[in-house]
């Protein structure tokens, strides 16, 4: 059996993670956990999806630190394999699945509203990201993800006293895959947001990527 510290440490020596990342995975992973309304950590009921685990922040660690289910969803071959060697080295076969899977088609399959937790980390644009994990929520279900570090012109806790960066998660775009901003927080140096399915998710959500991109629910077009 490995420590987390251990299997974040492969993974940075097989390039799936900068050595920084890896140091700082753990503390930068329970961040997530710092949400008031979260499911009981050690509720075994509830499902939790990561999407685009890579080399295993959040996901692996925060399966590490709860009781809850979990699925891992990346799209690499090489990265779902390790993820599957560093399950099994964790000792978490019996409560942690990892999906060689495009998130769109995941969002689309058995998964669909079954998800308590939803959680990503540099995984995509907040609208792409919006619009992969809204499907996979159930109903008050929660999203949470990381967000980019804040400009040193602007530090972080008068950021989050001002309402955080709402401009980057519009009402009007949420909206139409039925979620709603919950604020975020600040934890180590490092911020957080919280989203909650508070209606229907229409069925032709999730978009392909490349209409994502094109077609943004909300942000800036491609040029």
Known sequence: MKSIEEVLDAA???????????????????GFLAFSELPDLTEPTVLAVDLGTGGGIPGLVLASRTLWHWSL????????AFLRWAVRS???????????SDAVEVARGALRSKAGVVTARGFAS????????????EEGG????????????????????AGGVPWRWPAEGLSQLGVE???GWLMDGA???ALRRIGMCPERFPRRFVRQIDEPLF?????
């Open 12 to 30: 940075a020596a097989e390039g799936h993670l900068t050595s920084g990342a890896a140091m700082d995975g753990p503390s930068h992973s329970t």
């Open 191 to 193: 911020t957080y947001r």
């Open 73 to 80: 969803v990346d799209r690499s071959e090489t990265r779902t």
């Open 181 to 183: 901003d919950l604020g």
């Open 90 to 100: 964790l000792g978490l076969e019996d409560r942690v699945e990892v999906i060689l």
């Open 142 to 161: 929660l999203l949470m993800v990381s967000e980019p570090p804040i400009s040193s012109e602007q530090p972080a806790e008068r950021v989050l006293e």
């Open 219 to 223: 942000g800036e077009r491609r040029r």
């Open 126 to 137: 907040p609208a792409s990201t919006a619009e992969c994990a809204a499907p996979l929520l």
